[in-house]
């Protein structure tokens, strides 16, 4: 079946710098891939989303970049914040979300 | 930005007993998600919900699991009866086409 691997569950930062986190999935479908972030306390959001190979997506200073050759969807930040410190799930769908499939998160810090 | 509100946000049950959890959707949406998260660990998916219908659903939704969405009003995931293993936040969200919008759970603990 599906499934979503996230390798880093916890990653501590200082502010202002730059922040990787990784996402590699397997489907036999064609994939639909999303970052949702949650703080603390509040409902998981859509961060990104994308189905289109090779393309960058942005929003909010953080971006991805679908490669299925890898079937990878990392999700980027040049310079992170205070306020990104967050849990952030990597899920996939094969069918335009009507059924996602999640990772099992990363915890994100950021340290003024 | 849209908003699901589930009721209550917290619920502690004795084992045994009935307990059901609410949701309230994004009023224009057309699909319903269970998801259950223990823990630390990772949201699963537990069912969908379209049309007044169940399409599908994992092997986490036993058979004391229900869903349903009388008159266009909540919609409702009971549990019946309980057990010590169904403790955990459950999230429910909608979607109208690919973005699924959640609320922010109900944590469930089973006594």
């Known amino acids: 079946g599906d499934s979503v691997t996230q390798t880093e569950g916890l990653v501590t930062l200082t502010k202002g710098l730059p922040v990787m986190l990784n996402c590699t999935y397997q489907?036999?479908?064609?994939?639909?891939l999303f970052w949702y972030v949650q703080h603390l306390n509040e409902a998981p959001k859509l961060l990104l989303k994308?189905?289109?190979?090779?393309k960058r997506t942005e929003h909010q200073g953080f971006y991805a970049t679908l490669h299925k050759s890898s079937s990878s969807f990392h999700l980027q930040k040049s310079s992170v914040q205070l306020s990104d410190s967050a849990l952030y799930f990597c899920?996939?769908?094969?069918?335009?979300?009507?059924?996602?499939?999640f990772g099992t998160g990363t915890s994100l810090l950021v340290d003024p | 930005g849209p908003k699901v509100l589930q009721i209550p946000s917290h619920q502690i049950i004795d084992m045994g007993q009935m307990v059901t959890l609410n949701c309230d959707p994004v009023?224009?949406?057309?699909?319903f998600y269970w998801y259950k998260q223990i823990l630390g660990q990772q949201m699963e998916f537990l069912v969908n919900?379209?049309?007044?219908?169940?399409?599908?659903k994992s092997k986490l939704f036993k058979d004391q699991f229900s869903v349903e969405r009388p008159d266009g009003s909540y919609f409702t995931l009971k549990i019946q009866p309980t057990a010590l293993e169904d403790s955990a936040v459950y999230f429910c969200?909608?979607?109208?086409?690919?973005?699924?919008?959640f609320g922010a759970g109900t944590r469930l603990s089973v006594l």
């Open positions: 919900f379209y049309n007044g219908k169940v399409m599908e």
């Open positions: 969200a909608s979607s109208f086409m690919d973005t699924l919008y």
């Open positions: 994308s189905s289109t190979d090779n």
């Open positions: 009023s224009n949406h057309l699909y």
């Open positions: 899920a996939l769908s094969d069918n335009m979300g009507y059924k996602l499939t």
């Open positions: 489907t036999t479908y064609s994939p639909f």
